[in-house]
C-alpha cells in the first residue's frame, strides 16, 4: 500500500513538474515572441533612421554643391560687370569719367576678391586664422581706395592661431561684418583687427576704429540691421559673446568676439 501511494506520489510530482516545465517554455516562447517583435520594430526604425540620415548627407551635400555654384556665379557675374566698367573706361572720351570707371572696376575686382576669400575656406580643415584676416584687411583697404582718399588703414595685430573649420568660416563672415560697420562709422580713421588669448573664454577677437563713441543706451541685440543680425546669427553657431565699448584710449568704440 505504501509502495502505490509512493509511486503516486512520485507520479503527480513528476506531473507538477512536467506541468511547471510546460508554463516555463512557454513563458519562454511568448518571451522570444516578444523580444523578436520588439527586435523588427528596432531593426525597422534603424532602418527609417538610416534612410534618413542618407537624406540629410544629400541634402547637405546639395546645399554645398548650390552654395559653391551660387559663388561661382556671383564671381563671374562681377567679372563681366569688371569686363564691362573697363571697356566703358577706354572707351570714354572723357578723361575724368574714364577715371572714375577705372576706379569703379578695380573696385568691382577688390569685391570679388573678399567674397572669394570669405569662400576660400569652405574646404579648409582648419585656417592660420591672423594670416586669414592679414589677407582680409589688404583687401578691404584696396577696395576702399581711390584717387581721392588715401588707403584705409586696416591692421591686424596679436597672435596666429589654427582654429577648425566650424569655427573659423562663421568668424570670418562676422570679422567682414565688423569690419564694414567700422569703415563705415569710423570716419576714415584707424581701423585695428586684434586677436589675442582670453583667460576665461579662449579667444578675444576685437574690431576698433578711431572715430566716434557708440551712442548711449547703444544695444546691438535690439539693432535691426542686416549685418548685426549676421552677426548674431554666426555667433550662436559657435557659441560665441559679443561684447561692445570704447577703446583703451576712451576714443572710438570696439567690438570683441569671445570665443574659445
Known amino acids: 500500500m505504501t509502495t502505490e501511494k509512493s509511486a503516486v506520489q512520485r507520479g503527480l510530482k513528476s506531473e507538477h513538474l512536467l506541468q511547471n516545465a510546460r508554463h516555463t517554455v512557454a513563458r519562454y516562447e511568448r518571451e522570444l515572441r516578444t ?26 551635400r546639395l546645399q554645398e554643391v548650390l552654395s559653391r555654384e551660387s559663388a561661382h556665379r556671383l564671381w563671374n557675374d562681377l567679372q563681366l560687370v569688371q569686363s564691362l566698367l573697363k571697356l566703358q573706361s577706354r572707351r570714354s ?15 568691382v575686382a577688390t569685391v570679388g576678391r573678399v567674397h572669394r576669400r570669405l569662400h576660400s575656406l569652405d574646404s579648409a580643415k582648419t585656417i592660420s586664422f591672423k594670416h586669414y584676416l592679414e589677407e582680409l584687411c589688404c583687401d578691404f583697404s584696396t577696395m576702399l581706395s581711390s584717387e581721392d582718399r588715401p588707403e584705409q588703414d586696416i591692421s591686424v595685430e596679436g597672435i596666429e592661431i589654427a582654429l577648425p573649420r566650424a569655427t573659423g568660416i562663421p568668424l570670418a563672415f562676422i570679422v ?15 581701423i585695428i583687427v586684434s586677436l ?4 576665461g573664454t579662449g579667444y578675444a577677437l576685437s574690431v576698433c576704429n ?3 563713441l557708440l551712442p548711449e543706451g547703444f ?11 549676421i552677426i548674431r546669427s554666426f555667433l550662436e553657431r559657435i557659441g560665441g559673446e559679443l561684447l561692445f565699448g570704447r577703446r583703451d584710449n576712451d576714443q572710438g568704440a570696439r567690438f570683441t568676439v569671445l570665443f574659445s
Open 219 to 229: 544695444d546691438p541685440g535690439a539693432c535691426k540691421g542686416l549685418g548685426m543680425k
Open 196 to 199: 589675442e588669448p582670453n583667460p
Open 93 to 107: 572720351a572723357n578723361a575724368e569719367t574714364a577715371s572714375q570707371l577705372a576706379v569703379a572696376a578695380n573696385r
Open 176 to 190: 567682414n561684418e565688423l569690419i564694414t560697420n567700422a569703415v563705415k562709422y569710423g570716419n576714415g580713421g584707424r
Open 35 to 60: 523580444q523578436r517583435l520588439k527586435e523588427v520594430g528596432l531593426r525597422s526604425a534603424l532602418a527609417r533612421q538610416e534612410s534618413l540620415l542618407r537624406l540629410k548627407d544629400e541634402f547637405i
Open 210 to 212: 578711431d572715430g566716434p
